[in-house]
């Protein structure tokens, strides 16, 4: 049993392939006679009407496609909640400004429908009893539309399909498939959506008298019938006329037919001749298969054999030299694409894990740098702490209270912007540091400003992300006012329901609406240098980072009226807790 396996079983690979090559030369000679009736007369019998089955199908299939397409893009020009409902306030509307408006964004609406199916040909409104029938044609031709006048190829309710005909462009080259659509508005007039699609991948299908070569050289026929059983088109000129009932000619032509979603029919019909060419084709190409297969077989054995073994040997040996830490004597060539592209990727590999090691080993020296690195940031704010606590205690000894008081509020300042606090305070917390803000501030301008703060009780302990206050007020000190005039501020915070609302009001000059646009508007160079909208900008990301689209930032303003900024948040924010908890900020 061992040696029987031994003598089936080899364990060299050259000795396999001997054994493999010499099995599959020898059962194809054994087996030719009975192969030769069977796979000749029977298999591809059957396997060319499949094929030719499976082309009609296909053609079948493709212009189903392009009949839905059109309804699909119909659903696009419908009156409900598409592009017609546009086009119905068009036609009904009289003022001037309102028709331009909705000219301009039914023609843009369009385009970009003709932009994203690029298969479509022309398509418009057509509106009965319009002095200007014809409405938003995609194309610059002249048309003539008279839906009496075309092909009707089927019915289903309120679509009718027409064609196959030139398309109204005018080009004689270009066959058509349509749809026209009666949009119903209750306005007594009737509209209507006509949609063309271009007969790409049905060329086939188009070429006059059959003569489109398919495989070696078939001509083949095609007859279209709409559900009542008449021609719609058809390049069989003698047998198959269009309006006229479909009979299936006998004899003549070999008939592969596949009916569509909505009843209509698509024949494929081949010449007798023709269609018994593709069986004496592959009825010579197996002869001389069977005439060669001895022969070839001996030779692909020796061929196969010197181009695998070859390879295989190289490799080996460029892997041994790896796993020996050898250098590599460059990577030969094999004179097979795959194998030279694994000793390609072999090298590559290799040279790829040298690098590996010695990034390791410049990581592993940076990370020293890092740690080093990071020891300094943390001792810089806490050296610039201690340097204002210095600073204070200097002024009081000297009896300097004024320069205490700044500096002390200066340090809780710069304590809650740079400090150790979570990026998730209270609101308490946000507004003592606002209030100590305004207190610095006012030292500054020598309080010429009047700032108030209206805080409701039930809103101190909501939580909120930090420094989300302080920008709005230091927007309107900086921006609201003129250099040298003092102003009202109010900061007021309430709870409303399950939100709470922060608003900042000032009384200064106020600003236009274009302005306010602009606030917000990362492109805009100048507000960039004068430092308007900087702050708006950072609070307005901070709410979309950890409030989505639950929080409202809104802008009201007006020349001489002053502005207001009002933040609307929710009360409650989702996982807080596991929100930077514990970063360290000093």
Do not use: C
């Not at 073994?309 to 490799?315: A, E, K, L, S, T």
């Not at 990071?374 to 004024?402: C, Y």
């Not at 302005?515 to 609070?539: P, T």
């Amino acid at each position: 049993m061992r040696t029987l396996y031994r003598l089936f079983s080899p364990q060299s690979l050259k000795s396999r392939l001997a054994l493999i090559l010499t099995v599959a030369t020898v059962i194809p000679l054994l087996l030719t006679g009975y192969i030769s009736y069977r796979w000749i007369y029977i298999v591809q019998t059957e396997k060319i009407q499949k094929d030719w089955m499976d082309r009609t199908l296909l053609e079948r299939d493709e212009l189903d496609r392009k009949l839905d397409e059109l309804a699909r893009v119909s659903q696009l020009l419908d009156v409900e909640g598409g592009i017609g409902r546009d086009v119905v306030q068009f036609i009904t509307s009289g003022t001037p400004y309102e028709r331009s408006i909705l000219y301009r964004n039914i023609s843009q609406s369009m385009a970009n429908v003709n932009f994203s199916n690029p298969n479509l040909g022309v398509m418009l409104y057509y509106a009965l009893g319009r002095e200007e029938s014809l409405l938003f044609p995609n194309t610059d031709a002249k048309l003539e539309f008279k839906p009496d006048s075309l092909d009707i190829f089927y019915k289903q309710k309120a679509f009718v399909y027409y064609g196959p005909y030139s398309s109204l462009n005018g080009n004689k080259n270009e066959p058509v498939f349509a749809l026209l659509r009666k949009l119903e508005y209750g306005k007594g007039t009737p509209l209507y959506a006509y949609i063309e699609t271009k007969a790409v991948g049905l060329e086939t299908m188009f070429a006059p008298g059959g003569k489109s070569r398919l495989g070696a050289g078939h001509s083949v026929y095609h007859v279209l019938t709409g559900p009542d059983g008449q021609v719609a088109y058809s390049n069989l000129e003698n047998e198959a006329r269009t309006g006229e009932r479909f009979t299936v000619p006998k004899g003549s032509y070999q008939t592969f037919r596949a009916e569509g979603a909505h009843g209509w029919t698509l024949y494929q019909l081949i010449p007798t001749a023709d269609y018994d060419r593709e069986m004496n084709k592959w009825f010579a190409q197996f002869m001389l298969l069977a005439s060669l297969s001895l022969a070839l077989g001996i030779g692909f054995a020796w061929l196969i054999w010197r181009m695998v073994y070859r390879p295989i040997r190289i490799i080996n040996r460029e892997i041994r030299r790896f796993s020996n830490q050898q250098p590599s004597s460059g990577v030969p060539a094999t004179g097979l694409t795959e194998f030279d592209r694994i000793l390609d990727n072999f090298g590559q590999m290799s040279h790829r894990i040298s690098e590996l090691i010695t990034d390791v080993e410049d990581k592993e020296k940076r990370r020293g740098e890092l740690e080093v690195e990071k020891l300094l940031v943390q001792i810089n704010p806490h050296f610039l702490h201690n340097t204002l606590n210095t600073i204070q205690w200097l002024a009081r000894i000297q009896g300097q209270e004024n320069i205490a008081k700044l500096v002390s509020i200066f340090t809780r300042v710069l304590h809650y912007n740079l400090g150790k606090k979570n990026i998730i305070v209270t609101v308490r917390e946000e507004v003592d540091a606002v209030r100590d803000y305004i207190d610095l501030q006012n030292i500054r301008y020598d309080h010429s400003f009047n700032v108030v703060l209206d805080v409701e009780t039930e809103s101190l302990d909501v939580l909120i992300p930090r420094f989300i206050l302080q920008p709005l007020v230091e927007n309107a000190l900086y921006h609201g006012f003129e250099e040298d005039e003092g102003g009202a501020i109010e900061v007021s915070i309430t709870k409303e329901k399950n939100f709470i609302l922060l608003r900042v009001r000032d009384n200064g000059r106020g600003m236009p609406e274009d302005k306010q646009k602009e606030l917000f508007e990362d492109e805009d160079e100048q507000l960039r240098k004068s430092g308007l909208g900087i702050g708006l900008r950072y609070v307005k990301k901070m709410l979309t980072v950890y409030y989505g689209s639950k929080s409202e930032l809104k802008v009201e303003s007006g020349i001489g009226l002053g502005t207001t900024i009002s933040i609307k948040l929710p009360d409650t924010l989702e996982g807080a807790e596991a929100l930077d908890t514990g970063s360290d900020r000093g």
